[in-house]
T-cell receptor
Framework: EADIYQTPRYLVIGTGKKITLECSQTMGHDKMYWYQQDPGMELHLIHYSYGVNSTEKGDLSSESTVSRIRTEHFPLTLESARPSHTSQYLC??????????FGPGTRLTVL | LAKTTQPISMDSYEGQEVNITCSHNNIATNDYITWYQQFPSQGPRFIIQGYKTKVTNEVASLFIPADRKSSTLSLPRVSLSDTAVYYCLGNTDKLIFGTGTRLQVFP
């Protein structure tokens, strides 16, 4: 059983609001990732981190930002939400080159 | 990064063996090949990982030829619950998921 958590699971918010999606893992993994996925579509890597104070942008350009101050915590922030940000956001972690563990996801709807 | 190519979709019937092939022509020498399964509204779940030859676990088998330019995921005797999207990843650094293969199992 993977110990990776995301909150909230569902979020409906108005345009222009600042939001932070939380992701935490208790496995001590150095690598953490954020993916964005629309229904029935492929996953897009938007951010990743190889450890504390390390963050990189993924292959899909995103207006979100991330931080990695603690190993177990990798929050994603949108300063000003827009309807185009409506999607599912999946957080994952891994140890070295081994399997990734995914959280349950946050389904974001921006009105 | 190793770009992977898989069939977009496959159909099967319950009880049949399903083989999904993935090509990864420019896989790096130190990269593993990993397969994931994803159900709707859930995050992907690890199925199997290998470097070369054959790997088997309680869920699937993975066949990788000597040149490592392709791999085949084999699901023995599929059931309706195996209906999902299956992704192969040819890199273990910045993990990029392609479009995957949508497997539909019919009764």
């Amino acid at each position: 059983e993977a110990d990776i958590y995301q909150t909230p699971r569902y979020l409906v918010i108005g345009t222009g609001k600042k939001i932070t999606l939380e992701c935490s893992q208790t496995m001590g993994h150095d690598k953490m990732y954020w993916y964005q996925q629309d229904p029935g579509m492929e996953l897009h890597l938007i951010h990743y981190s190889y450890g504390v104070n390390s963050t990189e942008k993924g292959d899909l350009s995103s207006e979100s930002t991330v931080s990695r101050i603690r190993t177990e915590h990798f929050p994603l922030t949108l300063e000003s939400a827009r309807p185009s940000h409506t999607s599912q956001y999946l957080c994952a972690s891994s140890e070295s080159s081994r399997e990734q563990f995914f959280g349950p996801g946050t389904r974001l709807t921006v009105l | 990064l190793a770009k992977t190519t898989q069939p977009i979709s496959m159909d099967s019937y319950e009880g049949q063996e399903v083989n999904i092939t993935c090509s990864h022509n420019n896989i790096a020498t130190n990269d593993y090949i990993t397969w994931y399964q994803q159900f709707p509204s859930q995050g992907p779940r690890f199925i199997i990982q290998g470097y070369k030859t054959k790997v088997t676990n309680e869920v699937a088998s993975l066949f990788i030829p000597a040149d490592r330019k392709s791999s085949t995921l084999s699901l023995p005797r599929v059931s309706l619950s195996d209906t999902a999207v299956y992704y192969c990843l040819g890199n273990t650094d910045k993990l990029i998921f392609g479009t995957g293969t949508r497997l539909q199992v019919f009764p």
